[in-house]
């Protein structure tokens, strides 16, 4: 520690811009200075990338905090948080950076600002390596939401690599506290859809190809199930670039969610597109959990800032989960328990998160 700078060590674990994101809205909540060194130490392009530095600039932004090496490349920052104010905020990535990170990284916070927040997130809204903004709007959303607050997502402009040029519109008014969840029946599953998406100057016909290789696979497994997966083509005003993708969402009884998702690129077939995402869904439902691989390590700062016992069943814990817990704990007084689901079907590979919370309370209402 540096006076009471706490010192986080970016390149350790999952060692990229989770670890960022995780330690920068903290530090804003708590009002922790902060220091990260190593920043993507392990990459092959170490330091922030354009969309890591939109993210800690909105963070800044949102509580007229001070940033001290935010340039592109950096390997160290230094950040000291003001007061988390609500407002209009724009955070550009310029590149095909991806608007779900952004959204990651500013949600908790503005959750405990001072007044209702509206945040402008420009760059991809389907790009590698991050949720698709579908996956936001469709999964992550409902589920995020049991923790007793609501947002809108308003879909502008759809954008892909590698230009960008998506915009979404996010609205939250800030809340007292955050209830705990309990997460733990998975049910049965009742329904599957989905979309599968052209964008630009690809046809119709991909998607439709990416949708019934995508139900193909699935009724191998599944038989007796409606399956809609939507082929669309995305209106050319609202969406820049050219790309395609699919996801596919199941839902259970007990209001679970979880998804497969996919994007095409160049040479690659649009039938294994849609095998691709299929084969992530079912893999997903196979190991009992009631959250898929990508919602797991998104709730691990809301269980961490909820006041009470949140408790989630999940499949085999993701090194991105491992390493916002890990941060999550060494910055709040939230504590986490992992343990083996005690399944009565031992081919389940499923486990319980549970984390006692800090029970942050917002000093602005």
Partial sequence: MDGDRVEIDGGIMEGGGQILRVSTALSCLLGLPLRVRR????????GLRPQHLSGL??????????????EIGSTEITFTPGKIKGGTHIADTKTAGSVCLLMQVAMPCVLFAASPSE?????????EMAPQIDYTVMVFKPIVEKFNFTFNCDIKKRGYYPQGGGEVVVQ????????PINLTERGTVTKIHGRAFVAGSLPIK??????????????KEIRDLYINIQPVREPDDQAFGTASGIIIVAETSTGCLLAGSSLGKRGKNSDKVGIEAAEILLRNLKHGGTVDDSLQDQLIIFMALAKGVSRVKSGPITLHTQT????AEQLTKAKFTVTKSEEEDPSKDAYIIECQGMGMINPNL
């Fill in 324 to 327: 916002a817990i890990h941060f």
């Fill in 39 to 46: 920043i993507r130490a392990g990459r092959s392009q170490p």
């Fill in 57 to 70: 600039e909105i963070i800044r932004d949102l509580c007229e905090g001070k940033l001290e090496g935010g």
């Fill in 172 to 179: 939250m008014s800030p809340v007292k506290e955050l209830s």
């Fill in 119 to 127: 945040l402008h997130l420009k760059g991809g809204t389907n790009a």
């Fill in 206 to 219: 991909l998607a439709k190809d990416m949708s019934a290789a995508a139900v193909r696979c699935i009724r």
